[in-house]
């Protein structure tokens, strides 16, 4: 015990004064300086692995932004056989699917979550939350596997044509279907970022004060009332924080959308076809592509990247502006 | 079963191969004398490692072929096989100076342009390297259409129009002409390809541009299979499935209705959903048949002037032929001096360059009953169709080129 206060006693300006007064103290300083060499060592080797990393992957797309220029966000051909690289096909694919994941899976998520903290017996509320974790560690090709087996029949059974009846084939849900589908994608997607939204947004409405809850019920909001005006807005940085990190996963997710999406590289107008992203993409042509190929994937990791960092970006302004807002 | 079967024959062939190098060498008189220059035991002197990387067609073969080798050869050290694909294969070869790799492994031969591409100065020419043909398969059509059984007749004219999205439905009259007996369901038609590089793809669309080219309006493939990216994804349908390699192409074939793929002919041999419905093609003598070993034996006996700029075998003119057939191959520096193989001076050069040609041109020759099994018993055990005898001797008459640094013959 004593050591250990030792240690974090003196303070870098103390330290010389120590070292010229005598020798006694001199271990402690030494000691110190380790503990802040390697604190500032192991930051630093964070930083340069991030920084490498960056570096690696925008030097290796240099080539492809030389050879496809602006044309690898707005061309819509995908033909690596023709030397055509098109990105604009993958780049929809990629915020089509995590757009429709977050359209239904935040309110589903946002309301599990307060059901779990607010309406849920208590005695069911652990193992529930329990569960809730649990699905979030089922890894992605698990869920990819039970898209690809059980639901792309499905769909192509049933909930695409079902959507193209009740739709009077309206062109996001027209055409023929395998099955495999960006609306698939989607829909597993959903089932993945789930448990995210629902795990995080619990944590957060379970910090919200009670007082303000007993304050709201107490001057005579209804329980609906109190959850829609008090518990939500008073969990907004928490519940932003999960559909940020959903968003991000959504956006970047690979293998269970490669293995259900079909792989198609035609820019679709219908959901109900299949289409690709760019991760998918990724995993499904690099084998053997050629050098100029994986450039060109490098390149789209490179935009992947972008997507996620804006974001975020937008999710902490909104996060921002939302606070601000409270404190007025 | 079928794995079980596999793990089971290699481990025969090993066994056997340990035996035979245990009681080496009085069998190897034997066959020294018959003149077969296969023996049980082969030694290369001194010791020598060699790698190989490329084509995961051939991958299955390698990984059974270099055990049984390396079984039989003290001296041999072989480093298990990168399926990393026909692209990668080249290009690793091209720089083995660096890669360190001895052989690469494609499914179409290479040629300038795969070399201008791997390379940007002081470019090797395609003669620099040799070629052989170490493997023979077929690529099969298989259908998932519900109450339509196996041997479904289809041609390539049919097939172009499928993947070019003129026919749309498994009833169309093109399709019903040839099959009066089948009951087609009206159901739209899924076609599932290759979503990666693949030789597969390349020998499927190698078949119909031969095949389609006398077809005048509809039912021609107008797109020149290339080797890189194989692919035929952007010409076909916006209602088509891309998966990557043969087995994700089987698996979205048994999982899609109404869908049809290609995939190489082992696949479908491994997959009882894809072996219950494969189909029957028109060969170059107007007959259909399905893919057997037999056939795609046939087929390939009919091209028996293959080498490595003339090596389509699809669309054979023969009664029992298979139509849709691809050989793969290997590809080495003619000249197995230090910097082509990466090693520290000529002589352990020529000692890599020997066994590596002893190694390839084993891999590319059946066994006799002296000699055990060689390579291409092995490949038959792995699915793959024997490479026809004449094919066995180009391969030799080809690695006999290889020579070491002082221009000195290597086997």
Sequence with gaps: ?328 | MRLTFRRAATATAVVGATFALAAGPAFAAVAAHSGDPYLPTDTTSPAATISGAGSSFAAPLQNTAIPAYSARNGNATINAYQAVGSGTGEADIIKAGSTGINWGGTDVPMGTADIAKNCSSGCPAITEFVQVPIGLGGVGISYNVPGVKTGLHLNATILADIYNGVITKWNAPQIKKLNPKFKLPAANIIPVFRSDSSGTSYIFTNFLQVATKSTTSSGVWPYAPTKNEINTYAHTPSYGVAAAHNGGVASAIANTKDSIGYVEYSYILLNKKLAGSVAAIQNGKGIYQSPTVGGIAADAALFPHVNSTTFAIVFGKGKTAYPICGYTWAVVWRLQNASHTNTANNTVAAATGTLLVKYLDWLAHSGTSSTGKAGQDIAALDGYVPLPKNIQALATRTLVTVVGSANQKLI
Aim: proline letters at 5%; one cysteine or more.
């Design chain 1, 1 to 328: 015990m004593p050591e250990a206060i030792d240690t974090v006693e003196p303070t870098a300006a103390a330290a010389p004064k120590d070292r010229a007064s005598g020798a006694r103290r001199a271990p402690v300083a030494r000691s110190d300086r380790a503990y802040w060499a390697t604190l500032y060592g192991t930051t630093a080797i964070f930083v340069v692995i991030c920084v490498a990393f960056l570096v690696t992957l925008i030097w290796n797309s240099v080539p492809a932004w030389r050879f496809s220029g602006l044309g690898l966000i707005t061309g819509t051909k995908w033909d690596p056989q023709n030397s055509s690289y098109g990105g604009l096909p993958l780049i929809v694919g990629t915020l089509e699917t995590a757009a429709i994941a977050l359209v239904l899976a935040v309110p589903i998520g946002i309301t599990a979550a307060v059901s779990i903290v607010h309406l849920v017996p208590s005695r069911l509320r652990t193992p529930l939350s329990s569960f809730v974790e649990l699905l979030a560690a089922v890894p992605s090709v698990v869920y990819g596997m039970v898209g690809v087996l059980v639901m792309a029949p499905k769909f192509q059974g049933d909930v695409l044509p079902w959507l193209q009846h009740v739709t009077g084939n309206f062109f996001l849900f027209s055409g023929t279907v395998s099955g495999y589908s960006v609306l698939l994608a989607g829909t597993v997607l959903t089932i993945m970022v789930l448990p995210t939204i629902v795990a995080l947004s619990r944590d957060a409405i379970a910090t919200v004060p009670h007082d303000q809850v007993e304050g709201a019920l107490s001057v005579g909001a209804t329980k609906w009332q109190t959850l829609r005006k008090v518990v939500v807005p008073g969990a907004r940085v928490g519940i932003t924080g999960a559909v940020t990190l959903a968003a991000a996963r959504a956006l970047g997710e690979t293998i269970a959308v490669a293995m259900v999406i079909g792989g198609n590289v035609h820019l679709s107008r219908s959901l109900a076809q299949g289409g690709t992203t760019i991760a998918a993409q990724i995993a499904q042509s690099f084998d053997g592509a050629t050098a100029l190929t994986i450039s060109n994937l490098f390149a789209l990791s490179v935009i992947l990247i972008a997507i996620t960092a804006s974001v975020n970006l937008l999710g902490r302004r909104l996060l921002h502006r939302a606070n601000r807002g409270a404190m007025l």
